[in-house]
């Protein structure tokens, strides 16, 4: 299965150097913020292949950082920057997120490691053995919890309401199905995480690679004009 | 702007709509899970 991340991660990687080459073009704060998302679920699946190779505590809390905690929420602050019209607030929310992931950085990176660390087995999933060998104290769980909660809601909300604004204005066929696509690309990652919690670790590794592959089809999707005409036409 | 519009085939006006539902019932969906376990409610 160590195949899948290895995937994931090209797909990533391709992904945030897309959306950052756009972000020099256009300078949109909500591609910056989708960069950062991106590099970091990158980061995430890169650090899932390492530990399919060997064991390594310091890539163990990047993972968990990266991945669990803060990927969702910045991805969700690119798509806030884009729907609030107010610039202060979406700003204040990232220096606000700003904040926490430094706090989350700083918490996560100095938990202890429990002594199931040296019964680590490469051959099964990090997600079905993190939590016996990181100690995760009450904080780092809320903050993991608050914050993919806050990053789901905006994502995949986000793109839910925009989809819905186009179709229901029925303009920009491409972007309402590059919209859809995304929103379903975001929820597979977050699914993912909710099968670790229903005991079906083995499902996280698709999902990510799925919510990658959606989610940059629907980036391309949302972003190309298309120079005829897209939709289908009713013949009556 | 007007090139911009499109007029949804008859299949299309069902199924966008049922996608949006779908979408939307797995957002409340995963938020229910993410938020349960803030309260310590596990599946194992």
Known sequence: ?236 | MNSKRFRPSAWLKWLVPLLLAVLLLGLFTTLAIIGMSLFGIKFE
């Open chain 1, 1 to 236: 299965m160590h195949y899948i991340p290895i995937l994931s991660t090209l797909v990533t990687f391709a992904f945030a150097v897309a959306v950052f080459r756009r972000y020099l073009l256009r300078r949109g704060p909500h591609l910056l913020m989708w960069t950062i998302g991106l590099f970091l679920y990158g980061i995430g699946t890169l650090s899932e292949v390492i530990l399919g190779l060997a064991f390594s505590s310091l890539v163990l809390k990047f993972w968990y950082l990266c991945g669990a905690v803060l990927t969702a929420a910045w991805l969700g602050q690119g798509t806030l920057h884009l729907l609030v019209r107010r610039r202060g607030v979406a700003w204040t929310l990232t220096g606000i997120l700003a904040g926490i992931s430094i706090l989350a950085g700083a918490l996560v990176l100095t938990a202890p490691l429990t002594s199931a660390s040296t019964a680590y087995q490469v051959s099964q999933p990090i997600s079905s053995q993190y939590q016996n060998i990181l100690s995760r104290s009450g904080l780092i769980i809320a903050l993991t919890i608050v914050l993919n909660i806050y990053g789901t809601l905006a994502l995949v909300g986000g793109a839910i309401y925009s989809a819905y604004i186009f179709w229901r204005k029925r303009v920009l066929f491409h972007r309402m199905i590059g919209n859809i696509l995304i929103a379903a690309g975001a929820l597979a990652p977050a699914m993912g995480g909710s099968f670790i919690k229903m005991g079906l670790p083995d499902w996280m590794y698709m999902t990510e690679l799925v919510g990658a592959v959606l989610m940059y089809i629907g980036f391309q999707q949302a972003t190309t004009v298309p120079s005829v005409e897209p939709a289908p036409v009713s013949s009556h």
